[in-house]
């Protein structure tokens, strides 16, 4: 089992910045993928960027550009350093972790709002 514990959340203004965090401990697989998931009101939840333990990203197209992910192999985390964020971005954000040969395991999410 991991234990994910997200921070960075907030309210922030059109074109501001948020840094995430996302520090998993407990049963860490060597070979892993950590990344964020969003959801919003209504709303299915989606994708914003994971990467690879190999350094390997993949991103939503609505976020490509913005939002750069990141993570620190000695310390079990992964940021996510979001920029020129709209209202549009507004959402619950979500750690990911899935380990080789594991189920995934969530964070229990940080709300990020966006004011116009």
């Known amino acids: 089992q991991v234990q994910l514990v997200e921070s960075g959340g907030g309210l922030v203004q059109a074109g501001g910045s948020l840094r995430l965090s996302c520090a998993a401990s407990g049963r860490i697989v060597m070979t892993n993928t950590m990344g964020w998931y969003r959801q919003a009101p209504g709303k299915q939840r989606e994708l914003v960027a994971v990467v690879t333990s190999f350094d390997n990203t993949n991103y939503a197209d609505s976020v490509k550009g913005r939002f750069a992910i990141s993570r620190d192999n000695a310390k079990n985390t992964v940021y996510l350093q979001m920029n020129s964020l709209s209202p549009e971005d507004t959402a619950v954000y979500y750690c990911?972790?899935?380990?080789?040969?594991?189920?995934?395991?969530w964070g229990q999410g940080t709300q990020v709002t966006v004011s116009s």
């Open positions: 990911y972790f899935w380990g080789l040969g594991t189920s995934v395991s």
